[in-house]
């Protein structure tokens, strides 16, 4: 055999690894849209003003209270992700009254392609992301998934994800983030919540 189908071998084995390994990182770091999983962390988010959905997009994005086109990465947002893409001509979620099941939370070094901060070494120049996912289950049929809320940190410091206050200020007049019930006094921080690396 010749020296050049062995290397057109090694090279098509290449390239399907790469594949391979493509995929993967995309499933991982990207996620897929699945069911919400089952809990109850006492948090609840209510729809209390019409949320447009974007031409083409699957969420919603918040900002300083209002809905945004497009939002700074380098201040505080919210993400409210649907399960399909909307229509060219957008697509609107009217109500809905959901329970927060679970809350992941990871620290990223970006938050639109989603690569964990443990994957590269950045300096203290970069910015780094705290990521939160509030997965959202409702008793009705809602295309609805979760709340994404990002909060930026600079200098090498970093904290917590953002704080129900907090995600009350981004997402505004839209949503309604509230207890079901007084969170404990000595909670340190949101039940339910699992650090995802």
Same mark, same amino acid.
């Given at each position: 055999?010749?020296?050049? %189908? ?10 399907? !690894? ?67 893409? &909307?229509?060219?001509? =957008?697509?609107?979620?009217?109500? =809905? ?7 992941? &939370? ?18 203290? &120049? ?7 996912? %509030? %997965? ?20 090498? !410091? ?7 206050? /907090?995600?009350? /200020? ?5 949503? !309604?983030?509230? %207890?079901?019930?007084?969170?404990? /006094?000595? !909670?340190?921080?949101?039940? =339910? ?5």
């Amino acid at each position: 055999m010749s020296l050049d %189908w062995h290397r057109s071998r090694e090279v098509q084995t290449l390239v399907c !690894a790469t594949a391979f390994l493509v995929a993967v990182l995309v499933l991982g770091v990207g996620g897929c849209a699945v069911n919400p999983p089952a809990g109850d962390t006492g948090l609840r988010v209510r729809v209390t003003a019409p949320v447009k959905i974007p031409a083409e997009r699957a969420h919603a994005t918040f900002q300083r209270g209002r809905l945004a086109n497009v939002s700074s990465k380098l201040e505080p947002y919210c993400e409210l992700e649907v399960r399909r893409v &909307s229509p060219a001509q =957008g697509a609107r979620i009217e109500s =809905g009254e959901f329970v927060v099941s679970r809350i992941n &939370s990871r620290l990223l070094v970006d938050p639109t392609t989603r690569i964990a901060a443990i994957t590269l070494v950045s300096s203290c &120049s970069d910015p780094l992301f705290q990521e939160s996912i %509030w %997965w959202l289950r409702s008793d009705t049929p809602s295309d609805v998934i979760y709340l994404r809320c990002i909060a930026p940190y600079y200098n090498c !410091a970093f904290g917590p994800p953002l704080q129900p206050p /907090q995600v009350q /200020q981004q997402v505004g007049r839209y949503l !309604a983030v509230g %207890w079901a019930k007084a969170p404990s /006094q000595a !909670a340190t921080q949101l039940p =339910g919540v699992s650090s995802e690396q």
